[in-house]
């Protein structure tokens, strides 16, 4: 275990607490089980790192360990937490769980969890996973033990702090809508705001962003990143088999380059060679659990994986400039960057007119910065989102505002 807290050592020492995530200070961390879920490059071991970290300082005997690690090849994370736990250790963070190589038929990570859950009740664990895990049905039940937090990329707000270029409180939907002119004066006041926001579409969703200057080495990077999610990720926490792997890539270009795509199942099928309607809508529900798609319905009740969506969209922007065409919408980038900014934390649906309809209340038509309020007609709490403007008037406020919602 010593090669463990070596290994610790050297990435609490790279790991700074100057710029912390949102969820961070959201998270209760008196609960003993704690489940971090979130796609693949979106800060999920920084956030751990940052609070072993801060544990450390305070004299807490924490432990951070990744299931890649080759202690894993022959000993198991009951072993593990049973010696960490026997040594004094109050705090154990395992990062990609969901990459855990079980040792016993029927004994998975989730099992073993539970029983480490069971047995050491002073023992606090906190454990992250691709955003798939959502699906997963593991051999151990832990609904009843665990507490979820899901991790989305970077919002605009976070990209402005992180980038040290303004540090502001995030506001709630309810604020924005009915305070956005004086939000908005605050914001600018400080900031040239528009180009910013260009930047941040581009490429301000994944925080590795700052480790590259060049625009396309981050979109090699983000390449790789969505095939280790189709490779690695989906085929870990799925029974998909290999030829579905090939599927999958095929599916998300062709979405990529038509988004919004307006469902016709028929087509896609025909277009990946699969003659199973249910198995298209599973193949959708994989790719949007692993948060590289979108779906959107008008409100569906009952199980959601076989109802077919009435829209499809790439999950942010930076997705959606490297997997589509070279002359991606500018339509399309503002859909995308608001349905990604709302969906956490709020209930969005595709509406009968407008473009979104956001907790059953609010009806949002995204546009450019002359567009009027012309198909919402008379609808109640309806508000027209601009992109290319600072300040709103009425109801038509400013696209930037949505990313300071987290």
Known sequence: MQSLFERQKRLIENTSLEFKRSLFENIDWSNRLIEIKGARGVGKTTLMLQRVK???????NALYVTMDDPYFFKN????????????G???????????????????DWSVEIKNIYDSFPDLFVVYSG????????????LSRRKVSYSLNGLSFREYLEFKEVLKTESSK???????????????ISNVKILPLFKEYLRTGFYPFFIETKLIEKYYDRLRSVVNLIIENDITAVTDIKYESVAKLKKLLALIATSAPYTSNMKTLASHIYVSDYKSLLKLLNYLEKSELLILLNAGVKGNKILHKPDKIYI????????????????????????????RYGHNVKFPASGDFLVDN????EIGG??????????????????????IGFGNKIPLFLFGFLY
């Open 54 to 60: 801060e544990l450390q300082s305070k004299g807490e």
């Open 76 to 87: 198991t994370l009951y072993e593990l937490a049973d010696d960490f736990y026997k040594y």
């Open 89 to 107: 250790g109050i705090h154990l963070f395992i990062d990609e769980v969901h990459r855990y190589p079980p040792k016993i038929k029927k004994v």
């Open 130 to 141: 691709s955003s798939i895990l959502e699906i997963y049905r593991g051999e151990g039940d």
């Open 173 to 187: 939907l309810d604020d924005i809508v009915l305070n956005h002119v004086k939000l908005a004066h605050e914001v």
């Open 315 to 342: 999950n942010n922007p930076n997705l959606l400039y490297v997997l589509g065409d070279a002359n991606v919408s500018t339509g399309t980038i503002r859909e995308t960057f608001f349905i990604n900014q709302l």
């Open 361 to 364: 209340k609010y009806l949002f």
């Open 369 to 390: 910065k002359n567009k009027t309020r012309k198909q919402l007609a008379d609808k109640s709490d309806s508000y027209v989102v601009s992109d290319d403007i600072e």
